[in-house]
Nanobody
Framework: QVQLVESGGGLVQAGGSLRLSCAAS????????MGWFRQAPEKEREFVAS????????SYVSSVKGRFSISRDNAKNTVYLQMNSLKPEDTAIYSC?????????????WGQGTQVTVSS
C-alpha cells in the first residue's frame, strides 16, 4: 500500500501562484508514476499532470500547459505541482494519485485532496 498526503491548497487571486505537494509513504518502491487530478463542483474528475517516477517524463492536460509544472523529489518521495497564472476555472479539489509497477496504467492510490480556489 502507498499512502498519499497533499498540502498547499488555498485561496488565491487570478494570476497568482500556488504550489501543491504530495508526500508518499508506505511501499513507495512500487511507484511507477505520480499524477495530479482535479474535480470542480458538478464536473467530472479530470487528469491534470503526471510524472514518471524513474525517468521523469511528464504529461499535461492541454488547458494547463505552459502554466503548471509537475516535478518530483525521489529522496523525499514527494511530487509537486507548481501552478502559475491561475484562472478562476482552475478552482477545484486537487488530488494526487500513484500507479504502481504491477499496473502502470491504473491509478490505484489516492490522497484525500486539497482545495484550490481562484478568485476573479
Amino acid at each position: 500500500q502507498v499512502q498519499l498526503v497533499e498540502s498547499g491548497g488555498g485561496l488565491v487571486q487570478a494570476g497568482g501562484s500556488l504550489r501543491l505537494s504530495c508526500a508518499a509513504s508506505g511501499r513507495t518502491f512500487i511507484i511507477y508514476s505520480m499524477g495530479w487530478f482535479r474535480q470542480a463542483p458538478e464536473k467530472e474528475r479530470e487528469f491534470v499532470a503526471s510524472i514518471n517516477w524513474s525517468g521523469g517524463s511528464t504529461s499535461y492536460v492541454s488547458s494547463v500547459k505552459g502554466r503548471f509544472s509537475i516535478s518530483r523529489d525521489n529522496a523525499k518521495n514527494t511530487v509537486y505541482l507548481q501552478m502559475n497564472s491561475l484562472k478562476p476555472e482552475d478552482t477545484a479539489i486537487y488530488s494526487c494519485a500513484t500507479s504502481d509497477l504491477i499496473a502502470p496504467g491504473r491509478w490505484d492510490y489516492w490522497g484525500q485532496g486539497t482545495q484550490v480556489t481562484v478568485s476573479s
